[in-house]
């Protein structure tokens, strides 16, 4: 079966709404405009029920099938955040908001959900319920986790949950997957160096914490290279060094900002456990003192088996047999569905986007013609999971 008729119809309204989010951007859980307008959306379209503030600002519609599921709830979330970067794309509906764009297509996603939930209300030809999910803070808020703690997989006895991101480069009209981990667990280290400060003409009267801090990055990438088993994907990037600001001073302090990315439990306690010896080792070589602040975050994101195969047919069924892949490499960007995946089986798959900017980039934009995909196969995953 290709994209669904009646979505094709629908692309105008899908799109319009899409760009009307992208030029209204908000941040982390300050997304009341966007869920106003999902709720309102929602309503419009006759949801069973519609409920608001569920993870601060998450909105969630509720849609029953014609015919009894026996229970069988199905869940499908899409995010509606933006990020802090100042737009490049001159767009004619580009974000209207100094600082502040859909850099990673949430706009979409948003858009693609609601078209579904249009539909969904309109036919009901399915034999349960389906919750469709609208989650604020996904770009480092955890609003997932926010989500699940005030009830979500409960309240509404979601069985299994599906998630969906747009991919820049994954041709358009395809879908790509696998089963197990496909997106890193992320954890987020800060170091403050402490040395003696004093005059650049006069080190050996000072203790360089500059010095000590390029040790330390240095140091850090050995751990990837020698400590952790070159099977298994692992990243260390340290992308802030405050120190200074003049160029005849050696500086007291130093500070590093980096982050750490695993897909292996076993392999996240293991960079933990090295990166505090390093530190450490370090500070006792240099003669300064190293804080570390380490603290995890998003976990890994693991799709289960039997869910990825009912996404990848799915996926089939909307863009045909050669359009879906099923053994995509992980990808080391994280994503807080992995907190509704550990609550629920489910599965994450990308669509494409075709040859755009990529995520988080100035002049990224979401592609539009990857609504009736999208939009397609959100309906048929409920109508096939949900079928009589």
């Not at 990673?104 to 319920?129: I, K, S, V």
């Not at 090295?274 to 530190?279: L, Q, W």
């Not at 909307?318 to 629920?344: C, H, K, W």
Request: hydrophobic share 45%.
């Amino acid at each position: 079966m290709p994209i669904v008729n009646r979505v094709a119809d629908l692309q105008g309204d899908i799109a319009a709404w899409r760009r009307h989010l992208h030029a209204r951007p908000e941040l982390m859980y300050e997304v009341h405009e966007t869920a106003a307008f999902v709720a309102d959306k929602l309503r419009e379209f006759g949801c069973d029920e519609v409920v608001t503030g569920l993870g601060r600002t998450g909105v969630v519609g509720v849609i029953h099938g014609k015919r009894d599921g026996g229970g069988s709830v199905i869940g499908l979330r899409a995010d509606m955040d933006a990020l802090p970067i100042d737009e490049a794309t001159g767009a004619a509906y580009a974000s209207k908001t100094p600082g502040v764009m859909h850099a990673c297509g949430h706009d979409g996603h948003t858009a693609m959900l609601l078209g579904a939930a249009r539909y969904l209300a309109e036919t009901r030809n399915f034999a349960g319920t389906a919750v469709v999910i609208f989650q604020p803070a996904e770009e480092g808020g955890a609003g997932a986790a926010a989500m699940i703690r005030d009830g979500l997989m409960e309240r509404f006895g979601i069985a299994q949950v599906y998630g969906m991101h747009n991919g820049p480069g994954l041709p358009l009209g395809t879908f790509a997957t696998r089963e197990g981990p496909i997106m890193a667990a992320t954890d987020h280290i800060d170091f403050r160096i402490e040395g003696v400060g004093g005059h650049a003409a006069r080190p050996h009267l000072c203790v360089d914490p500059v010095l000590a801090g390029a040790q330390l990055i240095t140091a850090l990438q050995g751990i990837v290279a020698r400590n952790v088993d070159p099977l298994d994907s692992t990243v260390i990037s340290m992308c802030e060094f405050h120190a200074g600001n003049a160029r005849n001073v050696i500086p007291q302090t130093v500070e590093l900002k980096g982050t750490v990315r695993t897909l292996k439990a076993s392999v996240r306690d293991l960079l933990e456990k090295r990166i505090r010896e390093v530190a450490a080792g370090v500070a006792q070589s240099s003669g300064t003192t190293i804080d570390l602040t380490y603290e995890r975050s998003y976990p890994v994101v693991v799709n289960h088996a039997a869910e990825t195969q009912i996404a990848a047919r799915t996926a089939r069924e909307i863009a045909g047999e050669s359009a879906v892949i099923t053994d995509m490499p992980p990808l080391m960007g994280a994503e807080d569905f992995a907190y509704m995946l550990e609550a629920r089986p489910g599965a994450f798959i990308f669509i494409g986007n075709g040859d755009s900017a990529g995520l988080h980039h100035p002049a990224y934009d979401f592609n539009d013609e990857a609504i009736v995909y999208g939009t397609s196969y959100w309906i048929r995953l409920v109508e096939t999971t949900l079928a009589a």
